[in-house]
């Protein structure tokens, strides 16, 4: 099966700016994660999507950051304005049926994003 | 409650050698840790996962162990190779409420020299 598709890889930008990352999930994943990997650290999670909706956002700073999953498939990841602190990895994850051992998350390689 | 403490920071092993990576919890409520094992550039993939009502799970050379009344589980991974370099990172979850919602902890670098 076709992994977690992410893009950009990378992206540099200055601070203030805004971004947006994009993820396709494996095919037929109901859940889908976004995780923060700062350089050095584990990753983070910043939201959870189920279908289309949002099961658990609360890591997420909403002052800046924003994410929807329109039809319940694609999944967009947006920062506006963009700080310093902002500099790390998103990871997209995608899993088939949370809450079962052989479902594991699957992840996508990440967006690189360098903020100057 | 929610922290998953991970040591050591780094790791260095010549090959054959056997690599053992710690992990504690404090939240009870946990009941599924697994290790995820990440390449430079590249998202973190499933290695091994163990439930609190086993002992130990042995995948190939992966084995973890548990300890639920020390609240701890450990990877170990034997005859470890060069290929084994990697950032590995253990995780915790509630699986039933929280949808595999994983704390990771804070990883580990292994480099295991030929």
């Known amino acids: 099966e076709a992994g977690v598709a992410q893009s950009p890889r990378y992206k540099i930008i200055e601070k203030r700016q805004s971004v947006a990352f994009w993820c396709n999930p494996i095919?037929?994943?109901?859940?889908l994660y976004w995780y923060q990997q700062i350089l050095g650290q584990g990753p983070k999670l910043l939201i959870q999507?189920?279908?289309?909706?949002?099961?658990?956002d609360s890591q997420l700073p909403k002052d800046r950051f924003s994410a929807e999953r329109l039809k319940g498939v694609d999944s967009t990841l947006k920062i506006q304005p963009a700080k310093l602190e902002d500099s790390a990895v998103y990871l997209c994850?995608?899993?088939?049926?949370?809450?079962?051992?052989?479902?594991?998350?699957?992840f996508g390689n990440g967006t690189r994003l360098t903020v100057t | 409650q929610q922290q998953v403490k991970q040591s050591p920071q780094s790791l260095i092993v010549q090959k054959g050698g056997i690599s053992i990576i710690n992990c504690a919890y404090e939240?009870?409520?946990?009941?599924?840790f697994p290790w995820y094992q990440q390449f430079p550039g590249k998202g973190p993939a499933l290695l091994i996962a163990?439930?609190?009502?086993?002992s130990e799970k042995k995948e190939g050379r992966f084995t973890i162990s548990f300890n639920k009344s020390a609240k701890q589980f450990s990877l170990h991974i034997m005859d470890s190779q060069p290929g084994d370099s990697a950032t590995y990172f253990c995780?915790?979850?509630?699986?039933?409420?929280?949808?595999?919602?994983?704390?990771f902890g804070e990883g580990t670098q292994l480099t295991v020299n030929p």
């Open positions: 999507f189920q279908n289309n909706g949002v099961v658990d």
């Open positions: 939240n009870t409520a946990f009941d599924y």
């Open positions: 995780a915790a979850s509630m699986q039933e409420t929280s949808g595999s919602r994983l704390t």
């Open positions: 994850a995608s899993s088939s049926r949370p809450g079962q051992e052989n479902s594991p998350l699957h």
């Open positions: 163990i439930r609190p009502d086993v």
């Open positions: 095919s037929g994943h109901a859940t």
